[in-house]
């Protein structure tokens, strides 16, 4: 599971972004610390490490994301 953290006006673009990608399963803006959570089908945590990194969505984008 991701709980990311984006500028509010980034929410529309970031969770468009995700929904594009193949390795997510779901996605859902939310209320809270986080204000997407997203779930993922990765095949071990090297690749998430490489995904989290691939997903920057340039300014506005991701602030925070977990380490």
Not at 4 to 13: I, K, N, Q
């Amino acid at each position: 599971m991701l709980w990311l953290t984006v500028a509010p006006a980034a929410l529309a673009e970031v969770g468009h972004a995700l929904a594009s990608h193949p390795e997510v399963r779901f996605a859902a803006a939310i209320s809270g610390q986080a204000n997407i959570v997203a779930a993922t089908l990765r095949p071990g945590n090297g690749d998430l490490s490489a995904y989290l990194s691939a997903i920057s969505v340039g300014p506005g984008g991701c602030e925070s994301m977990p380490e």
